[in-house]
Structure formats: C-alpha cells, structure tokens
C-alpha cells in the first residue's frame, strides 16, 4: 500500500537535468505540505526542497537553490521537483514525504514526523 511512489530518477551526465515525481495515492496532496530529501551513501539525509499546500510557497536548500524547482500539479496529485545543471555531488537516493499542514518551515528536517513517506528513486550523476 505504497502511499507516495517517487519516479524519473536515472543516470544523467554533469550539468543534464531530470524531473523527479511523486505521486500519491489513497490522499490528496493539495493538503499536505511535501517535501523532497535525498540521501547519499555514508551521508545523512538532507532536505532539499519543499511547497507548502497553501499558495504554494517555496524552499530551497542553499546548494540547490537556482538550480531546482519544486512545483505541484493537484489535478495529477503530482509534486515534482525540476533539477537542472546537476553535479555529481546531487547523486543520492530522493524520498519524498508528506505532512498535513499549510507552510513550510526552514528547518526542512528529516526527523519530522512526517504522515507518508515514499520509497525513494535513485540520481546518479555522473560523465
């Protein structure tokens, strides 16, 4: 019963982009603030980006900032997260998560106590 299933991870070279999306089921996104974390080996997860449910405000890691849009698409039930320019230092596993709430906040923490979590998808960047 996967509730949020990440996709449009890949290989890509240095400087190419991808579009990850996570999409849910069994909820509506349109109420839930989601976020976007990546994990790479021997790291720990960091968050990356997030879109609030109300108005759609954004955040964004510093090291991807410029370089990364969030954006959601309640008709698909559908967050994606646009990352162009990529570096090999953007390779890790990118998990979603959802929470019931209206705004973001800064912390963007990976120990929230997040309603739903996804299983992830993979980024490698690499020539």
């Known amino acids: 019963q996967l509730q949020l299933v990440e996709s449009g ?13 996570c999409a849910a089921s069994r909820f509506t996104l349109s109420s839930y603030v989601i976020l976007w ?21 954004t955040n964004y890691a510093d090291s991807v900032k410029g370089r990364f849009t969030i954006s959601r698409d309640n008709a698909k039930n559908t967050v994606y ?28 923490s990976p120990n929230g106590k997040y309603d739903y979590w996804g299983q992830g998808t993979q980024v490698t960047v690499s020539s």
């Open 9 to 21: 991870g890949g290989l890509v070279q240095p400087g190419g982009s991808l579009r990850l999306s």
């Open 37 to 57: 974390f990546r994990q790479a080996p021997g790291k720990e997860r960091e968050g990356v980006s997030c879109i609030s449910s109300l108005h759609s405000s």
């Open 81 to 108: 997260l646009q990352m162009n320019n990529l570096k090999p230092e953007d390779s890790a596993r990118y998990y979603c998560a959802a929470l019931r709430a209206s705004f973001c906040t800064n912390s963007m």
